[in-house]
């Protein structure tokens, strides 16, 4: 079955720097991979769709691209604030319907000034 | 995001209870999802339904039930509560027929002890 794979360990970082998370996936390929951000308590709220055919997709401080060789994607945040600092889920769609999705355990990030 | 509703948004009860957690949305959005979150194992898939009729299974549906009352309201049912299932439980919406039919909603949550 589709594995996913992100960092357990919290990601620490100073204000401004630029946050990279990154998600692993095995088996085969999806349609679509999505970024959610969730703070403590809190639903999920999705940041960024990137389709198979896309290898980077940007949205104000945000960027994810998605290599289906590695079958990786990488998310960044630039600039990064206090803010920031939340849980962020990667997601994958199998099916390219939106029928069901995969979550990563998500990684943890802590902007600190 | 008050446009999915979830209620109770915090319940304990004892293990043999018969537990429902509702979900409402006012999207207008045809898809309708239930997940549990537990700390390690991230989101899960329990049910989903893609319209009034058509109701799914996913990866961790023993132990509950589902019914899709109408396009906007999906019911989760534990009909026997025990203690693994302890867990903060997200309902999500989505809807195909949008530019980003892809992008699911959730609701804000319901923490859900069993003793």
């Known amino acids: 079955s589709q594995k996913i794979e992100q960092n357990s360990e919290a990601l620490n970082i100073q204000e401004g720097k630029t946050a990279t998370l990154t998600c692993n996936y095995t088996?085969?390929?999806?349609?679509?991979l999505q970024w959610y951000r969730q703070d403590p308590g809190r639903g999920p709220v999705f940041l960024l769709l990137?389709?198979?055919?896309?290898k980077e997709k940007r949205k104000e401080r945000l960027k994810v691209t998605f290599d289906t060789t590695l079958k990786q994607s990488l998310f960044h945040i630039t600039a990064s604030q206090p803010a920031d600092s939340a849980t962020y889920l990667c997601a994958l769609d199998l099916t390219g319907t939106a029928s069901k999705l995969t979550f990563g355990t998500g990684t943890r990030l802590q902007v600190t000034l | 995001d008050a446009d999915v509703t979830q209620t109770p948004r915090n319940r304990i009860t004892k293990t043999g209870k018969r537990i429902m957690l509702e979900c409402s949305q006012t999207?207008?959005?045809?898809?309708m999802y239930w997940y549990r979150q537990d700390p390690g194992l991230g989101l899960r898939l329990i049910y989903y339904s893609f319209d009034v009729k058509d109701i799914n299974k996913g990866e961790i549906s023993d132990g509950y039930s589902v019914s899709r009352q109408a396009q906007a309201k999906f019911s989760l049912s534990l009909e026997s509560a025990i203690p693994n299932q302890t867990a903060l439980y997200f309902c999500a919406t989505s809807d195909k027929r949008s530019d980003t039919y892809n992008e699911q909603f959730f609701g804000p949550g319901t923490r859900l002890t069993v003793l």
């Open positions: 990137i389709r198979e055919n896309e």
């Open positions: 999207k207008g959005h045809d898809r």
């Open positions: 088996n085969y390929s999806p349609a679509y």
